[in-house]
């Protein structure tokens, strides 16, 4: 028991989660498949204190109000449990993500928080082990766990729904824009965007199978390397989980006009020659998967053509203990 320091990276789903098939132990609906992110991550510390009787929760040096403390005390209530014991925590930590690069940071921050609470715990979990874990805090944050591509199978139950890393061929070197049209916080969070979708969108059925087919498809086009495959199986999903809300009662859309520009934008970059697909999660902002030969031309026509903020990364590695 004692004091630890952890780094997890940040991800962008290639195939999506959206929609959970257990809220309280948070099982997805379908499989997911994601890139880790070199240039985004959070740094956390966790120092459990005989002393204290509350946890206590600095985010950038900001300590947080008891609300905001809630859904990371009630995370850290899993590790104490797991390890038998009732100390409360100073928990403080740090989102390296460019200012204003609007990523969703719940990925990094509850991979970095499962690794970091578990190890001061004293707890010694093995990568499948914090997967579970850190998908309790967040369901993307169980794929931050670890680098590179990662696939995170839904399964049927708390042991079986866990990430792990994917192999893929060596001659897809992947890159990540993440463009910025928009830092404002988003209207609807994940959690609420999803609960809708599961109620009352007639598209979620259709989804879910489409998803789960897509999911495996691009197993194979990543292991054969195959770049137009993995790029329009990422497009096709992030738009099938983005009607599968504009059909929800009442109907939402996180994407704005520029958003949709941006995913017409990219088709023209292709017909140009170059190897480039859009994706979008719970806001407006759009991320390119593209390569790392055509990353500079790609970056450099999408700020010449618009009025954006555009960070690139190559693949990031897994979650660990640092310090
Ligand atoms: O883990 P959450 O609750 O933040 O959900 C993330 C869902 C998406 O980012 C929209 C898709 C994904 O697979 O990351």
Request: charge should be neutral; glycine fraction near 6%; hydrophobic fraction near 45%.
């Amino acid at each position: 028991m004692g004091l630890s320091k952890a780094r997890a990276h940040t991800n962008i789903a290639l195939i999506k989660y959206w929609g959970k098939a257990n809220q309280k132990l948070i099982l997805p609906a379908t499989s997911s498949i994601s890139m880790t992110l070199a240039a985004f991550y959070t740094d956390t510390q966790v120092e459990f204190d005989d002393s204290l009787a509350a946890d206590s929760f600095t985010l950038d040096g900001e300590l947080q109000s008891a609300k905001a403390a809630a859904r990371v005390s009630a995370f850290v209530d899993l590790v104490r449990e797991r390890a038998g014991m009732h100390t409360f925590a100073h928990i403080a930590s740090v989102n390296h993500v460019p200012t204003a690069a609007g990523l969703a940071s719940s990925a990094s921050a509850f991979a970095a928080l499962a690794v970091a609470a578990s190890d001061a715990a004293g707890l010694k979990l093995t990568p499948t082990e914090l997967s579970r874990l850190a998908r309790r805090g967040s369901g993307s944050a169980s794929r931050s766990i670890f680098g590179d591509m990662v696939i995170w199978h839904r399964g049927t139950d708390d042991k079986s729904s866990y990430a792990e890393p994917l192999a893929m061929n060596p001659q897809l070197d992947l890159r990540m824009i993440a463009v910025v049209v928009d830092d404002m916080p988003k209207s609807i969070g994940s959690r609420v965007g999803m609960q809708r979708t599961v109620a009352t969108s007639p598209y979620f059925p259709a989804w879910v199978t489409a998803n789960e087919a897509a999911a495996r498809e691009m197993q194979t086009a990543l292991t054969a390397g195959d770049m137009p495959t993995v790029g329009a199986l990422t497009e096709r999903s992030a738009m099938m989980m983005h009607a599968s809300t504009m059909a929800a009662n009442p109907p939402f859309t996180y994407l704005q006009p520029v958003s949709l520009a941006l995913f017409n934008f990219a088709a023209e970059l292709r017909a140009t020659g170059l190897q480039v697909y859009a994706t979008a999660d719970a806001g407006p902002n759009v991320k390119l998967l593209t390569t790392a030969q055509d990353a500079a031309a790609v970056l450099q026509q999408v700020q010449a053509k618009f009025n954006v903020k555009a960070v690139m990364s190559g693949p990031g590695p897994a979650a660990r203990i640092i310090d």
